[in-house]
């Protein structure tokens, strides 16, 4: 794999730059209910040295009836302050799943217009089956200055997705699985109905990642991104169940240099609440446009 501080770093990368003075690492573990981890004690047992932990939740946007949508800029600097993460700094952002949750939270950080953050590839659990140090008592932290420029071209609201769904304007890809996509499984979520944005292509996020929790190699991904159909020369809208997931797909498609891509932040707990979107079942065939 080769490293790249503003994507994807390797653990061994990681361990090189460990004891960098204007390195910080995030702890951004974060797991669905039914999983029922609890991310938090996860970390206060043992976390990478001098990481900090991040709960999605608290750096969402409260305002808000649907889950850890991107908070206000505001909110975001201010969380990041209060851990000593500012400007100058390099992140490394890993989860305790290997790579999951610590998309999104490189993600907000691109949203936020900072390009100097990264996340692990293979995640904690790799850190750990390689042996690698852990500690069990968070960093002391001094709060560091930070600004912060929202990039509106990265997030997409309901409306702009609904009107690229039917002008065709941009392709939409979801990360949920095949049968979620298709309809034929329930929504976690009560009261969603059940199916896709009508046009959308699905490509679920576990094909982007290679057996050990790593994110395939660069032609490997394109690979799999034009087997579910997606036109890499389009723009493109990811999409999953409530926005973590699709910033998996988002960080493959910077992998890959595609610079023309955004995230539907309410994703399918927006659009599958709304009885008057239309929704389609049922898998979409490759060749269909």
Not at 118 to 123: F, K, S, T, Y
Not at 191 to 220: C, F, K, Q, V, W
Not at 227 to 232: E, I, M, R, S
Not at 261 to 285: C, M
Request: contains cysteine; charged residues 25%; negative net charge.
């Amino acid at each position: 794999m080769q490293d790249d501080p503003r994507t994807l770093v390797s653990t061994d990368w990681l361990e090189r730059h460990l004891n960098d003075p204007d390195l910080r690492v995030i702890d951004a573990s974060w797991y669905m209910p039914d999983a029922k981890c609890d991310a938090r004690a996860e970390y206060e047992a043992a976390h990478v040295p001098g990481a900090r932990f991040v709960d999605l939740d608290d750096v969402s946007d409260g305002r808000s009836d649907l889950p850890h949508m991107a908070p206000p800029p505001e909110k975001f600097i201010s969380r990041m302050r209060r851990l000593g993460i500012g400007d100058g700094h390099q992140v490394v952002v890993y989860d305790g799943a290997g790579l999951f949750s610590a998309a999104r939270v490189w993600w907000l950080f691109k949203l936020m217009g900072k390009t100097d953050v990264a996340v692990l590839d293979g995640g904690f659990p790799k850190w750990r089956a390689e042996g690698r140090p852990t500690e069990d008592l968070p960093p002391v932290t001094r709060d560091r200055h930070m600004t912060a420029s929202r990039q509106n071209h990265l997030v997409r609201d309901v409306t702009q997705v609904a009107a690229a769904a039917k002008l065709g304007e941009a392709q939409i890809i979801d990360a949920r699985s095949a049968k979620r996509f298709a309809g034929e499984n329930p929504e976690p979520r009560a009261g969603l109905r059940a199916g896709h944005i009508p046009g959308s292509r699905n490509l679920p996020y576990s094909e982007l990642l290679a057996s050990d929790g790593t994110m395939l190699p660069a032609e490997a991904l394109r690979t799999v991104f034009e087997a579910a159909g997606v036109d890499l020369s389009r723009p493109l809208i990811t999409s999953c169940g409530s926005g973590v997931t699709a910033a998996i797909l988002s960080l493959a498609l910077e992998r890959l240099g595609h610079q023309q891509h955004s995230l539907y932040d309410g994703s399918w707990t927006e659009w599958g609440a709304f009885g008057d979107l239309p929704v389609e079942t049922g898998p979409v065939a490759t060749g269909d446009t």
